[in-house]
């Protein structure tokens, strides 16, 4: 009997269940709609950026070469300053001494090119006298030579013999006379005073006649062995030396004037090199101290792509004693007028920032303030990798803002009072159509929804304008119908009502409810009669 009603209690609750799912099964949850109307339509970029001056100018200083100072003094940031005034004082002893050393190495150069020049000058007229001076005396000692070994060096031997047989023939003939008035006056018995002088005089030139002999033995024998071959072999090597000297002539000469034009004309370089440093040094000279380029307000650093850049490191820099770099803008004077903000454009936001188009900057310090803008330009290239840049006019003066300040700017690229305009996640994409725009119109309750192409216009964050395809007044689904459940999924829960069979003749262990209702598994899954037999459109 206990099993008996166990049996029945199961029963009933598997038929409950059943029931329970057929009914939610024939009654689904309505989906969410939307009616078509004609709304107000607005397509706005928000972009953010930093206010900057109409005119400003960073203070560069316009020098050919680069130069570091040290600094003494420099006008603190945000100060107020006139075209002209002093910002920046540096120490220019330095370079007070360079252009000193250099005027006076330019002097020593200009004299030392004119030498160059006027040295030039002779060598270009003497190397010609050199060259033909050479050649001359190269011919002379080979004509000299070939007469000396044709002719002057037999006649020099002859010579050389004719005066020693001179001489021999004079010492014979001395002392043969001398002999003769000896024995001529031997043979007289009185010798008479003049006879003594004769005598005297014969006996001094027989001994003079014997010394010349014997020096014109010893010339001619010296002449034979030692000057003759010696002035053959100096007439021989001065023709060798004159070949040397003409060889040389000829190949060192232009040469020597070869280069001397070339340090003519780098001496000329060297100056014009010279002078261009030296004009540098003075015209960096003249742009010390550093002054404002025109009246306005000072900034460190300098302003690059709507942002303010190296503040800190110009900061640190102008401090007294920092290192002030002519290469590197330090400052940055902004002049009056009325602001414009420099913002960064996103890419996928560059079709609503165009030209022209109206806008609100709202300052982020003051954000309960919105001012009317207007789009300057926009920049056709990218600025940086997925980054356009704008220019964005305020239309009115804001005495309040200063360069510097960050601000959002609201960019109205479209605003119509009447659009037709459905929510953007009403419009669906196929991707299996080319990517053409659809949406889903309710047909009635229970029924299937049409699946309808349209044309869509622009879209904000919230709606998307339908330019085709819908009418004011129909409804569409605000999302896509989830799929039907397969049928062969309900169709085995009918059988469960007619499992209670086995009623075992023996009593058995009591069972926990929730596991004896494998039944209503099944029974929840009968569909209604109107549900429908195919996934809506659209779900694939």
């Known amino acids: 009997m206990l099993s008996s009603h166990r049996s029945l209690r199961c029963l009933a609750v598997a038929l409950l269940a059943a029931a329970t799912a057929s009914a939610s099964a024939a009654d689904p949850s309505p989906p969410a709609l939307h009616r078509v109307t004609r709304v107000p339509f607005r397509v706005e970029a928000r972009i953010e950026g930093v206010f900057e001056a109409p ?140 006879e003594e002088i004769v005598l005297k005089r014969a006996r001094f030139e027989a001994r003079i006649a014997r ?60 100056r014009r090199e010279a002078a261009r440093k030296l004009a540098e040094a003075k015209a960096l000279r003249r742009l010390l101290p550093v002054t404002a380029p025109i009246d306005g307000t000072v900034y460190y650093g300098r302003f690059h792509q709507g942002r303010w850049v190296d503040a800190d490191n110009a900061a640190q820099q102008l401090r007294p004693g920092g290192q002030f770099d002519t290469r590197q803008p330090l400052l940055t004077v902004i002049g009056p007028g009325r602001l414009a903000v ?78 037709l305009a459905v929510p953007r996640k009403a419009v669906f994409t196929d991707d299996f159509d080319g990517g053409r725009r659809y949406v889903l119109v309710f047909t009635g309750a229970g029924k299937e929804p049409m699946k309808r192409m349209v044309s869509v216009g622009r879209s904000n964050d919230e709606l998307t304008e339908l330019t085709a395809g819908l009418s004011v007044g129909e409804e569409i689904l605000l999302e896509k119908p989830a799929p039907a459940k397969p049928e062969t999924a309900a169709a085995k829960p009918e059988a469960a009502p007619a499992k209670p069979e086995p009623v075992a003749p023996k009593p058995e262990p009591a069972k926990p409810e929730a596991a004896a209702t494998p039944a209503p598994e099944g029974a929840a899954a009968s569909p209604p009669k109107d549900a429908p037999d195919k996934p809506a459109p659209g779900q694939k």
Request: aromatic content about 4%; charged content about 35%; proline content about 4%.
């Open 211 to 270: 010394f010349i002999a014997t020096m014109a033995r010893d010339r001619h024998e010296r002449m034979a062995t030692l000057d003759l071959p010696r002035e053959l072999d100096a007439l021989r090597k001065s023709s060798d030396f004159s070949a040397l000297d003409l060889e040389q002539a000829e190949g060192r000469l232009p040469l020597a004037l070869a280069r001397q034009r070339l340090s003519v004309e780098k001496s000329a370089a060297d």
């Open 342 to 419: 420099r913002a960064g454009v996103p890419e996928k936001e560059l079709s609503r920032v165009p030209e022209a188009a109206e806008a609100r900057i709202v300052p982020k310090a003051f954000p309960e303030a919105a001012h009317p803008a207007r789009v300057r330009s926009v920049s056709a290239v990218p600025v940086s990798a997925g980054r356009f840049e704008a220019l964005v006019d305020l239309l009115e003066d804001q005495p309040r803002l200063v360069a510097g300040m960050e601000a959002e700017v609201r960019v109205t690229a479209d605003q119509r009072s009447d659009v």
């Open 55 to 194: 005119v400003s100018a960073e203070v560069r200083l316009d020098a050919k070469r680069a130069s570091q100072f040290s600094v003494e003094k420099a006008v603190p940031h945000g100060t107020r300053v006139g075209k002209g005034d002093v910002l920046v004082e540096v120490d220019t002893e330095a370079l007070d001494e360079e252009i000193a050393d250099q005027t006076l190495a330019g002097q020593l150069a200009d004299i030392a090119h004119e030498l160059l020049e006027k040295e030039l000058a002779i060598i270009e007229k003497a190397t010609p006298l050199w060259l033909e001076m050479a050649r001359t005396t190269r011919r002379r000692l080979t004509e000299d030579l070939g007469r000396y070994e044709e002719k002057e060096k037999a006649l020099a031997k002859d010579l050389n013999d004719v005066i020693l047989e001179f001489n021999e023939f004079n010492r014979e003939n001395a002392e043969e006379e001398l002999g003769q008035l000896e024995k001529m006056y031997k043979q007289d018995d009185l010798t008479e005073e003049t």
